[in-house]
C-alpha cells in the first residue's frame, strides 16, 4: 500500500511545511484546508517538484462528524491515509469573561472536537505516523489565553495518553508543542501579546518532527526549540499559582 500522509491546515505555515516534508520522502498527500485556491497551489508544486499525488479536499473541520466525513470522502477516492498530522487550530487572545462565545466555541470545536474526530476516525489504519499539535501554552496555566492554553493542554495529555496505548505498536506517535512560529497563527489571534518566547520558522518546527520520528525510539512528546523545552520543563518545578503568574505577566494579562 503506498504511504499517505494526511494533513489538516495545510494551507499554510506548519501545515504546508509538513506536506512538503512527506512528499519529498516519497509519501502522497492529502491537503485538507478551507481555502481550496491555496490548497491547489500547493498541490501543484507538490506533484511538480517531488512526483507524488497531491490530494486537495476543502473542508471546514469545525463541524459535528467531520471523521467519519472524511474517512468516507477518501475512501471513495480509493485513499486510506498511514499519516495523520492533526494540525489545523487556532487561538484567541483576550479576558475570557470579554470573548466573543460562538468564537470560543469555534476554537473548541476545531482544536480538540475535530482533532479527537479525526484521530478517532482514522487511526485504525495508520501505520506511519500520528502527529498532533500541541503548543508550549499546554504546560501551565494560560491567562488571556485561557481557552487555547486549556485544549493545547487537551492535545498534549490525550497524545501521550494514545502513545502509552500503543506502546507495542509500529505506530508512532507524537504531540509536537511549538512556541511562537512564524506564521499566520498570530493575524488569527490579532496580538502579538500571545507571542512568549523566541520565534522559530515553520522550517525549524516541523524538523523537529521529523528528527523525532525519525529516531529509534519516538517520544510521546516533544518541545521545538532549546529554550523553549527549558521553559515547559522548568515551569514543572514551579507551583502552579506561580507558574499562572508568571504566564499571565507575559501574556499582558
Known amino acids: 500500500m503506498t504511504s499517505t500522509a494526511l494533513i489538516t491546515g495545510a494551507s499554510s505555515g506548519l501545515g504546508e511545511e509538513f506536506a512538503t516534508r512527506f512528499a519529498a520522502r516519497g509519501e502522497n498527500v492529502v491537503l485538507v484546508a478551507r481555502r481550496t485556491d491555496r490548497l491547489n497551489t500547493l498541490a501543484r508544486r507538490i506533484e511538480t517538484e517531488h512526483g507524488v499525488t ?12 467531520v471523521g467519519e466525513a472524511l474517512r468516507t470522502t477518501l475512501a471513495d477516492k480509493g485513499i ?30 476545531l482544536n480538540v472536537s475535530a482533532l479527537v474526530d479525526l484521530t478517532h476516525a482514522f ?21 488571556n489565553m485561557a481557552v487555547y492554553g486549556a485544549t493545547k493542554a487537551f492535545v498534549l495529555n490525550f497524545t501521550e495518553a494514545l502513545a502509552f496505548e500503543h506502546r507495542a505498536s509500529s505506530l508512532k506517535i507524537l504531540a509536537l508543542s511549538p512556541g511562537p512560529t512564524r506564521t499566520e497563527f498570530f493575524d488569527v489571534v490579532g496580538s502579538k501579546d500571545a507571542a512568549v518566547g523566541n520565534f522559530q520558522t515553520s522550517e525549524q518546527v516541523v524538523s523537529t518532527a521529523m ?19 527549558i521553559s515547559a520543563g522548568g515551569v514543572r518545578l514551579v507551583p502552579r499559582s506561580l507558574a499562572a503568574k508568571i504566564s499571565g505577566r507575559l501574556l499582558k494579562a
Do not use: C
Open 211 to 229: 528528527r523525532a520520528l525519525d529516531s529509534r525510539r519516538t517520544p510521546a512528546s516533544i518541545v521545538s526549540g532549546l529554550s523553549n523545552k
Open 123 to 143: 487511526l485504525p489504519n495508520l501505520t506511519g505516523a500520528l502527529i498532533n499539535i500541541a503548543s508550549t501554552a499546554a504546560y501551565q496555566p494560560t491567562p
Open 80 to 109: 486510506t491515509p498511514t499519516t495523520l498530522v492533526n494540525n489545523a487550530g487556532f487561538g484567541t487572545h483576550g479576558r475570557f469573561a470579554d470573548e466573543d462565545p460562538e468564537r470560543v466555541a469555534a476554537e473548541i470545536a
Open 54 to 65: 497531491a490530494t486537495v479536499v476543502a473542508m471546514d473541520l469545525g463541524v459535528p462528524g
